[in-house]
């Protein structure tokens, strides 16, 4: 099951400076129903725009009772994951409005309890087929 998750910049901003590893962690337990080898698509806004940060491939699962945001943890699977270039790959809004989500403008779908999602078959494509023609790095311990 692919899985989108939507990394508010704020948050983005302050892990930046303290986070140990590239994990995700949330109290939804949508997060929590990835399974290794699923992949969650974590976006954000920036820019005026939807934009694709990661392609987070799940090696493992954790239960942290005293997350930061919440008790569920994906460990990533770094081989396999890859990160985007902020603002050097192009915008995911358009591809947005493709999918089922039909998210509103300025990043306002995807707060409180939305920002994380499951995505359809059909969803997931999308975002693969997005994926496939941008320029990627691996997922490291110290991005």
């Known amino acids: 099951m692919d899985v989108l ?19 995700l962690n949330s109290e939804h337990d949508t997060l929590h129903s990835a399974e290794p080898s699923d992949t969650v698509w974590v976006i ?34 770094f081989a396999q994951s890859r990160r985007y270039h902020l603002l050097k790959t192009p915008p995911i809004t358009e591809l947005l409005e493709q999918t ?23 969803d997931a494509m999308l975002f693969r087929d997005f994926a496939r023609d941008q320029i990627a790095c691996e997922l490291a311990l110290d991005d």
Do not use: C, N
């Open 5 to 23: 998750f939507y990394y508010a910049a704020s948050a983005r901003r302050a892990d930046a400076e303290t986070a140990e590893t590239p994990s």
């Open 44 to 77: 954000t806004w920036e820019d005026g725009r939807y934009r694709l940060l990661q392609r987070f491939v799940v090696a493992e699962k954790q239960i942290v009772p005293d997350g930061r945001y919440g008790p569920y943890r994906l460990v990533p699977d």
């Open 100 to 122: 089922s989500l039909k998210p509103k403008p300025a990043g306002s779908s995807f707060q409180g309890r939305s920002h994380v999602r499951p995505l359809s078959a059909e």
